[in-house]
Nanobody, 120 residues
Framework: QVQLVESGGGLVQAGGSLRLSCVTS????????MGWWRQRPGLQRELVAS???????NYIGSAEGRFTIFGDIPKGTMHLQMDNLQFADTAVYYC??????????????WGQGTQVTVSS
């Protein structure tokens, strides 16, 4: 049974930093990529950053230059270093593991979420 567990969320002042972590267990398939999503209050869930098994990262525009995604993706371990956090970054952050056949996303595993709250 696949399980994703996030950690590292918390309360931080604007300009501060947090590092989120995600660990995966129960993998019976090859992991092609993982990502961090977030759900801000009143908004749709959005992809913040993703990384493939070769280590190539992608970021949402507002995160670029402030956030760094890294990890051992084939082993299902992923981190998100968040620097210069802003109030708009306040959200529940979710670890995502997509199951893909070729380029087709057939299923997504999700962690339980970790709350990030940024205050002034």
């Amino acid at each position: 049974q696949v399980q994703l567990v996030e950690s590292g969320g918390g309360l931080v002042q604007a300009g501060g930093s947090l590092r989120l972590s995600c660990v995966t267990s129960g993998i019976t398939f090859e992991i092609g990529a993982m990502g961090w999503w977030r759900q801000r209050p009143g908004l749709q869930r959005e992809l913040v950053a993703s990384i493939n098994r070769e280590g190539k990262p992608n970021y949402i525009g507002s995160a670029e230059g402030r956030f760094t995604i890294f990890g051992d993706i084939p082993k299902g371990t992923m981190h998100l270093q968040m620097d210069n956090l802003q109030f708009a970054d306040t959200a529940v952050y979710y670890c995502n593991l997509p199951v893909r056949v070729g380029a087709q996303d057939i299923y997504d595993y999700w962690g339980q979420g970790t709350q990030v709250t940024v205050s002034s």
